[in-house]
């Protein structure tokens, strides 16, 4: 079974600063790997995704993470906060041949602070 | 953009109750997810549908459960007999094939208040 650990429930940096957000994951088998992110009241949106290939991946809104497996981690980066970046992120895994279920983490609260 | 929808977006019932949570996937989408998140915690897998069967469930998903996709757009889930523990927030979702190089589109959420 797959499972997700993000380590801290709550995030606060300094608008313009970088922000990282910490997931760990655990899986049997290699997993596909996203990251979601959820404004108060709304769906979860697709940040990024990691399935094969580059091991650093781009998102929307100017996020990243890389997939290292050695460390089990996909960690979400921003170089630079902004205000409107302030929401709930979730990490998430699934694996191959698992039936595509998501298993989500406990998310960050990122609050972001003029 | 395509989106998934759902309606109600807030249903209130009393325990006992039979709800219905509606969901339209994304037209060309052939995969189905209802997920759901109880105030305060994470978002968990519910169910998957595929070719107008079950493909996976979790332990979440007994008996008082059903899932149903009756046209061709939507994709219902149907509580039997409502408890207290139900109240959360329910997320559709849906995905291309094949699912697993594809990423799932969610819906904004039925907020169900059980009372």
């Known amino acids: 079974a797959q499972s997700v650990t993000q380590l801290g429930s709550h995030v606060s940096v300094s608008e313009g600063a970088l922000v990282l957000l910490r997931c760990n994951y655990s899986?049997?088998?290699?997993?596909?790997l996203f990251w979601y992110v959820q404004y108060p009241n709304q769906g979860l949106q697709l940040l990024l995704k990691y399935t094969t290939g580059a091991t650093l991946v781009k998102g929307i809104n100017g996020f990243e993470a890389e997939f290292k497996k050695s460390e089990t981690s996909f960690h979400l980066t921003k170089p630079s906060a902004h205000m409107s970046d302030a929401a709930e992120y979730f990490c998430?895994?699934?694996?191959?041949?698992?039936?595509?279920?998501?298993?989500f983490g406990t998310g960050t609260q990122l609050k972001v602070e003029l | 953009e395509p989106e998934v929808t759902q309606t109600p977006s807030h249903q209130v019932t009393q325990m006992g109750q039979e709800v219905i949570l509606r969901c339209v996937p994304i037209s060309n989408h052939l995969y189905f997810y209802w997920y759901r998140q109880i105030l305060g915690q994470k978002v968990e897998f519910l169910v998957s549908?595929?070719?107008?069967?079950?493909?996976?469930k979790s332990e979440i998903f007994d008996d008082q459960f059903s899932v149903e996709r009756p046209d061709g757009s939507n994709f219902t889930l149907k509580i039997r007999s409502t408890k207290l523990e139900d109240s959360a927030m329910y997320f559709c979702?849906?995905?291309?094939?094949?699912?697993?190089?594809?990423?799932?589109?969610f819906g904004p959420g039925t907020r169900l208040t059980v009372t």
């Open positions: 979702a849906s995905s291309g094939f094949p699912p697993a190089n594809y990423e799932q589109y």
């Open positions: 899986s049997s088998v290699p997993p596909y």
């Open positions: 549908f595929y070719n107008n069967e079950i493909s996976e």
């Open positions: 998430a895994v699934s694996i191959t041949g698992g039936g595509n279920k998501l298993t």
